[in-house]
């Protein structure tokens, strides 16, 4: 069974990395229910978790990245990697899971998560500055992309409350074969793969966009 390992809610820190001097990243495991609702478009700062935020508006929040996931087992390989523990919430990320292929997820996948929750696989997370400065391990961000393993943003199509715990159930996977981590690589070290992602409308309009810009198309 899938199921949530922790729901986890950012601190405010000071980032030496970004103009805005302030981070979200530093995510922390909460106890009880936490409620999640569309935050509404990006450029605000908010997100889908009621708590959190992020500071860096003009790259991160909004309806498309209102969530962000990432698996245990994902971590756990990381945590060999580095010889240091991982906490969950360490990668920034808001939904720690267990037993669900969150890197093989489709684009456009939706997941039940407790009763009432439902989100939409959206797109992957591209490392910045801030994610390297808060890892602080070198060439951390080129050693994040070559393993692309960047872990999935996620919509919220109906909101509701979650908590450590609650089981996760994919509900529908949509008819074509790109998961998380394939986009990840087109839209990174493998822009030759840039053709097979125009079949996934469930990306953002503007990553979207941008990929037909890239390929020509516009």
């Not at 909004?62 to 010889?83: K, N």
């Not at 456009?108 to 391990?137: H, K, N, Y």
Request: some cysteine.
């Amino acid at each position: 069974m899938s199921y949530l390992a922790s729901v986890n809610v950012g601190v405010p820190r000071t980032n030496p990395a970004k103009p805005a001097g302030t981070t979200g990243i530093d995510k922390r495991p909460v106890s009880g229910p936490v409620a999640v609702t569309a935050p509404g478009p990006k450029g605000t700062g908010a997100v889908g978790l009621a708590g959190d935020r992020v500071y860096d508006i003009a790259d991160h929040g909004g309806d498309d990245q209102a969530v962000y996931a990432y698996a245990r087992e994902a971590l756990d390989g990381w945590s060999t990697r580095l010889g240091r523990p991982l906490a969950d919430g360490v990668f920034g990320e808001n939904l720690t899971t267990v037993g669900l292929d969150v890197d093989g997820a489709l684009i456009g996948e939706r997941w039940r998560i407790g009763p009432d929750l439902l989100l939409e696989v959206s797109c992957p997370r591209i490392p910045c500055s801030t994610f390297q400065s808060w890892m602080a391990e070198p060439d951390w961000t080129k050693t994040f992309m070559a393993a692309a393993e960047p872990g999935a943003y996620l919509r919220v199509l109906e909101p509701g409350e979650i908590r450590a715990g609650d089981p996760v159930t994919v509900t529908h996977r949509p008819a074509h074969d790109v998961t998380v981590a394939l986009a990840f690589r087109a839209m990174t070290l493998q822009p030759d793969l840039l053709p097979r992602l125009v079949v996934a409308d469930a990306l953002p309009a503007d990553d979207l966009a941008k990929i037909h810009r890239r390929l020509g198309n516009a």
